[in-house]
T-cell receptor
């Protein structure tokens, strides 16, 4: 069965430090995608980064990178040089297609607080 | 501008009074989905649709109905709302899994701004 686990309900990090947000997943489908979204206090969902199960290299998008360890089934988000505007809720999500289903599941989220 | 539009943004209503939350997208996406967000539980998929006239249950479909008569619209219907359906609801759309060549569904979801629903 599909499963996404984010083990850190909340984190406090000093501004300018790097942050790693944990995400582990489980699926029986060899073809799947992993996504990270940011939800600021205003409530909208903002797509950050994507990693495909067949991708050979870890995804990067500006200050965001994804530490993808396929054998361990983990897809941690790394934010370099954190900024005050990074304070938000972060969700890890997975999309696969087992049989004819095309479900997308989300983790419970990590609330990140950046301290000045 | 590419967008997913949900209405209403806020709604307070009473138990048992049927309501519909509309969702429309202008990106010609095949895949549309409804989620509810509750504190400590993240986003949970209610229903999704892979194309017109094709809908499937997500993880928490009880108490909800959907329809997909047109590609752009995917309304969420609560026939007899109850207080435990008080939540923040999101509609989202994306290209289909197949549109990504079947390689991990690499199309991110585009989300609406959310509908905050309170059932008294």
């Amino acid at each position: 069965a599909q499963k996404i686990t984010q083990t850190q309900p909340g984190m406090f990090v000093q501004e300018k430090e790097a942050v790693t947000l944990d995400c582990t997943y489980d699926t029986s489908d060899p073809s799947y995608g992993l996504f990270w979204y940011k939800q600021p206090s205003s409530g909208e969902m903002i797509f950050l980064i994507y990693q495909g199960s067949y991708d050979q290299q870890n995804a990067t998008e500006g200050r965001y990178s994804l530490n993808f360890q396929k054998a361990r089934k983990s897809a941690n988000l790394v934010i370099s040089a954190s900024q005050l505007g990074d304070s938000a809720m972060y969700f890890c999500a997975m999309r696969d297609r087992w049989g004819r289903d095309d479900k997308i599941i989300f983790g419970k989220g990590t609330r990140l607080h950046i301290l000045p | 501008e590419a967008q997913v539009t949900q209405n209403p943004r806020y709604l307070i209503t009473v138990t048992g009074k049927k309501l519909t939350v509309t969702c429309s997208q202008n990106m010609n996406h095949e895949y549309m989905s409804w989620y509810r967000q509750d504190p400590g539980l993240g986003l949970r998929q209610i229903y999704y649709s892979m194309n017109v006239e094709v809908t499937d249950k997500g993880d928490v479909p009880e108490g909800y109905k959907v329809s997909r008569k047109e590609k752009r619209n995917f309304p969420l219907i609560l026939e007899s709302p109850s207080p435990n359906q008080t939540s923040l609801y999101f509609c989202a759309s994306s290209l289909s899994f197949a549109a990504s060549g079947g390689r991990g569904g690499n199309q991110p979801q585009h989300f609406g701004d959310g509908t905050r629903l309170s059932i008294l």
